[in-house]
């Protein structure tokens, strides 16, 4: 069994949609949570972080944790097509970021 | 972009041949990692320098050599690949000095072996 699930997708949703992308881990020592965008023809940057549980804002993107379920997710409100890429999960138990474990990834298309 | 450039950004070569992966950081950063990229597969961390020292070698095939003259720079050297060693190679770079779960990535080099 792989240490962090993610949801495999791909996911096709048009223009302003509420999109959810969801990743399930199994190590409870995990406590600093990522979310990575990777545009076609380009390495992934680092979009949201959040340490140990609770939600995260950040204009149209919320990044939730629940360590009791292990379970944490990226809310997208009103998509837009700009925002058409995979999206990366990671999640690392301390603060050395060559620790840090990678979900496969789900792809996302927003249609206009 | 990110700061951190690889180059060449598209690599096509034969099993016999021997070719090298550059990348290098604007960043100030001291730690370095090469990671490979498959469809479908997370992402593999392969090798990890910290001050220049490797820290890290996640049992890659002794065809792959990493080299890291200096904190800014990361090579990765290739000989005799197979065809299964296609992927995208990305370089990333991180600031370990107190603590940081944040990587920096390069765009990758797009490897294929013929």
């Known amino acids: 069994q792989k240490e962090v699930e993610q949801d495999p997708g791909p996911l096709s949703v048009p223009e302003g949609a509420i999109v959810s992308l969801n990743c399930t881990y199994s190590n409870s020592a995990f406590q600093y949570f990522m979310w990575y965008r990777q545009y076609s023809r380009k390495g992934p940057e680092l979009l949201m972080y959040t340490y140990s549980s609770g939600n995260k804002e950040d204009g149209r993107f919320t990044a939730q944790v629940d360590k009791s379920s292990k379970y944490i997710s990226l809310f997208i409100r009103d998509s837009q097509p700009s925002d058409s890429a995979t999206y990366l999960c990671a999640m690392s138990a301390g603060t050395n970021a060559g620790k840090s474990t990678f979900g496969d990834g789900t792809t996302l298309t927003v249609k206009p | 972009e990110t700061g951190v450039t690889q180059t060449p950004r598209h690599l096509v070569m034969g099993m016999t041949n021997k070719k090298s992966l550059k990348c290098e950081q604007h960043?100030?950063?001291?730690?370095m990692y090469w990671y490979k990229q498959s469809a479908k597969k997370p992402l593999e961390l392969m090798f990890v320098y910290n001050f220049k020292e490797q820290t890290e070698n996640n049992s890659v095939p002794s065809r792959f050599s990493p080299e890291c003259p200096n904190s800014s720079h990361l090579f990765l050297h290739l000989h005799t690949l197979q065809p299964e060693d296609s992927a995208l190679y990305l370089c990333?770079?991180?600031?370990?000095?107190?603590?940081?779960?944040?990587?920096?990535f390069g765009p990758g080099t797009r490897l294929t072996v013929t």
């Open positions: 990333a770079s991180s600031h370990e000095r107190g603590g940081s779960y944040e990587q920096y």
């Open positions: 960043l100030g950063h001291n730690a």
